[in-house]
């Protein structure tokens, strides 16, 4: 569980940045907050699940970014764990109007203690879409106490956010129609260590308006694991996960305001495979899920996610064999409904952007 507590945190703390125009005086942030509470059939699976991440950083001058990253997870009655990183970063030409290149430097510790620190260096570019939003491509060669050294590679997308667009924040309003994208942040990952251990993700959530209220969306989650030699306590494995989550979203009202309230329904099927030497393993869930949100527009092109999600499994398998107990297949238990509250950053990117 503590493992789950890990990697979850340092997903967190990996994703993109919201940052400002590359600039003296501009204000990099960066945040995202969930909590959900389990009512399941049986105790064991019932529990509450939250996580809060913020990063923030400020430009002193046009080269040179200082930040830092805090955050915390917690799963059921395991504890949390807590997590910071400050970090230096220097762009190499903040006066691009395309690419901005950057170093930097950062130093990751939590409170599970001194073996799980990293000493992050770091390689990116930002390639502008428009003037507020850049792909964005960060490589990071990761050093951390008694493991091999990382090499990890993430690539999404990021705010440009300048003074003026913050003094605009109070009253921006949305501008998205018929035909416009709604991204969100992270598109994808890979990490390798050593020849122990190789990670490929690929996370996209793209959403099209079909009217000036609706949207149809889907969420595809992809990961591939491999641990081939010793990693802690974990033994050479594969694993192998896939889901996808289309949704509906419909918007309460046609004006283009600060803020926009919607209804959204979706349904979630997901499956996996484990490997190892000793065992084998496959598993399969579906749910269906409502939220109520709101839309709380910070220029036209970039909003904070603000909602109540509910959400119900409809089932669970679970089959394979194992050199222990031999072959097995069997329905796992109901786990019930889940209620939740979340908060995140969404990208609009118009038809003339």
């Known amino acids: 569980m503590k493992k789950l507590l890990l990697l979850s945190l340092l997903s967190l703390a990996s994703h993109a940045l919201l940052q400002a125009q590359i600039e003296k005086g501009a204000l990099t942030l960066r945040g995202a907050a969930g909590l959900e509470y389990l009512s399941a059939a049986e105790e064991e699976y019932s529990g509450l699940t939250y996580e809060l991440?913020?990063?923030?950083?400020?430009?002193?001058?046009?080269?040179w970014l200082?930040?830092?990253?805090?955050?915390?997870?917690?799963?059921?009655?395991?504890?949390?764990?807590y997590f910071a990183a400050p970090e230096v970063r220097y762009y190499f030409n903040p006066g691009s109007e395309k690419n901005n290149y950057y170093g930097g430097f950062?130093?990751?510790?939590?409170?599970?203690?001194?073996?799980?620190?990293?000493?992050?260096?770091?390689?990116?570019?930002?390639?502008?879409?428009?003037e507020q939003v850049a792909f964005d491509a960060n490589l990071v060669y990761s050093v951390q106490p008694e493991e091999e050294h990382t090499l990890l590679l993430s690539i999404g997308l990021q705010p440009f956010i300048n003074k003026a667009d913050r003094?605009?924040?109070?009253?921006?309003?949305?501008?998205?129609?018929?035909?416009?994208?709604?991204?969100?942040?992270?598109?994808g990952s890979g990490s390798y260590r050593g020849g122990s251990f190789l990670e490929m993700m690929f996370n996209p959530d793209l959403g099209l308006f079909l009217s000036e209220q609706t949207l149809i969306g889907v969420n595809l989650n992809a990961s591939f694991l491999t641990v081939t030699g010793s990693l802690r306590e974990f033994n050479p494995?594969?694993?192998?996960?896939?889901?996808?989550?289309?949704?509906?979203?419909?918007?309460?009202?046609?004006?283009?305001?600060?803020?926009?309230?919607?209804?959204?329904?979706?349904?979630?099927f997901a499956g996996s495979n484990f490997e190892s030497s000793v065992s084998e393993r496959n598993s399969s869930v579906a749910l269906v899920s409502g939220r109520l949100g709101t839309n709380w527009f910070l220029t036209p092109n970039?909003?904070?996610?603000i909602g109540l999600d509910l959400s119900h499994h409809?089932?669970?398998?679970?089959?394979?064999?194992?050199?222990?107990?031999?072959?097995?297949?069997?329905?796992?238990?109901?786990?019930?409904?889940?209620?939740?509250a979340s908060i995140g950053v969404q990208y609009f990117l118009q038809r003339g952007n």
């Open 53 to 63: 991440g913020t990063r923030i950083g400020w430009m002193l001058t046009d080269h």
């Open 66 to 81: 200082l930040g830092t990253s805090l955050g915390v997870v917690g799963i059921g009655g395991s504890g949390a764990v």
């Open 106 to 130: 950062r130093y990751s510790f939590n409170s599970e203690g001194g073996d799980y620190s990293t000493y992050e260096f770091q390689l990116g570019l930002n390639r502008f879409i428009n």
């Open 167 to 187: 003094a605009e924040w109070k009253s921006a309003a949305s501008a998205f129609n018929k035909g416009d994208l709604l991204i969100n942040p992270s598109f």
């Open 237 to 268: 494995a594969t694993i192998t996960e896939l889901s996808i989550a289309p949704y509906l979203r419909h918007y309460l009202s046609k004006e283009q305001n600060h803020w926009r309230w919607y209804g959204q329904v979706g349904f979630l």
């Open 302 to 305: 970039l909003a904070f996610d």
């Open 314 to 340: 409809l089932w669970a398998n679970m089959e394979g064999t194992s050199d222990r107990s031999g072959p097995f297949d069997e329905q796992m238990p109901d786990r019930g409904f889940q209620v939740g």
